[in-house]
């Protein structure tokens, strides 16, 4: 009972794709001026809604090229934004350190950091510089601020410095005028991030104020391995008092390890470095 509905459909079927046949043979041996007239009708009529979505498809795929530029650019712009404080301040460590070896005496070597200290390190610098470069064991290393520490060992082409937060550190120190003489040690941390030292050895009878800067004293055995007059930091309070023996007093220092990207060693033995640090002890 179904059967008619099926044949009648067929049926349409057959006469629509024979007549598309015939008017598609026609269109073929139609004039080209027919065969144009004829596409631009069909342009205009039956395939104009499709092309419109085409176009609107273009559209689209080109309106999202743009943006992925337009957030490429202004992602790359919020970096760029981002790395120029640190640039700024880099570059101003580096004038810093050009500056001071201006002003040092002959026989000294620019390093780059190439690793920076840190809590799981040792309290080490690996620099980029060696003996190739004239470095030598024991030679003091300095940056713009004052005392680094004193390379441990040396390679080719880099070499070890044992900075200033290293338990075995010791260096003679003293106040600019020279009236108290003392050894600076690492101290330990007083917060999460804040390494100090502490001026030993002062006799009791001697106060040294807060804000007082220390310098090296270029004395005292291995400890005159250091020149004179290289800043080691400042006075922040009494750590400790033995009655009547002696005070030891928290040093904040004048250099961080972990903020220098460029050092200097000296390879050259010098006796006073004060004038070179902006003081004359």
């Known amino acids: 009972m179904n059967s008619a509905p099926h044949r009648f459909t067929s ?26 007239s004829l596409a631009s ?24 090229a743009r943006y992925g530029a337009v957030t490429a650019q202004r992602d790359s712009a919020v970096l760029v934004a981002q790395e120029v404080p640190a640039l700024q301040e880099e570059n ?5 350190v050009l500056s001071l070896a201006a002003r040092l ?14 809590a799981t390190d040792g309290f080490t610098l690996i620099l980029g510089a060696g003996s190739e470069d004239g470095v030598r064991a024991m030679a003091p290393v300095v940056a713009a601020g004052g005392l680094v ?16 937060a290293h338990r075995d550190f010791r260096v003679s120190a003293m106040t600019l005028d020279g009236g108290v ?24 009878r001697q106060d040294v104020a807060p804000g007082t800067v220390i310098y090296t004293s270029g004395l005292g055995g291995a400890s005159g391995l ?23 007093f928290l040093v904040r220092p004048a250099v961080h390890p972990a903020s220098v990207s460029h050092v200097i060693v000296l390879t050259a033995r010098v006796a006073d470095l004060g004038r070179a640090f902006g003081e004359a002890p």
Not at 105 to 118: D, T
């Open 105 to 118: 005496p002959r026989g000294h070597v620019s390093a780059e950091v190439l690793h920076q200290a840190a």
């Open 226 to 248: 250091y020149p004179r007059g290289i800043p080691i930091g400042r006075v922040l309070s009494v750590s400790e008092e033995r009655a009547g023996w002696s005070r030891t």
């Open 181 to 204: 003489f003392g050894i600076v040690a690492p101290s330990g941390a007083a917060g999460p991030n804040t390494m100090l030292l502490e001026l030993q050895g002062v006799p009791y």
């Open 92 to 96: 101003q460590r580096l004038r810093e």
């Open 149 to 164: 520490g004193v390379v441990r060992s040396v390679e080719p082409r880099t070499s070890v410095v044992m900075v200033w």
């Open 11 to 36: 049926r349409a079927d057959t006469i629509a794709f024979v007549a598309c046949l015939l008017l598609s043979v026609g269109a073929r041996a139609a004039p080209p001026q027919v065969q144009d």
């Open 41 to 64: 009708a069909i342009r205009a009529t039956v395939l104009a809604p499709l092309l419109g979505l085409q176009q609107q498809a273009a559209l689209v795929k080109g309106a999202r």
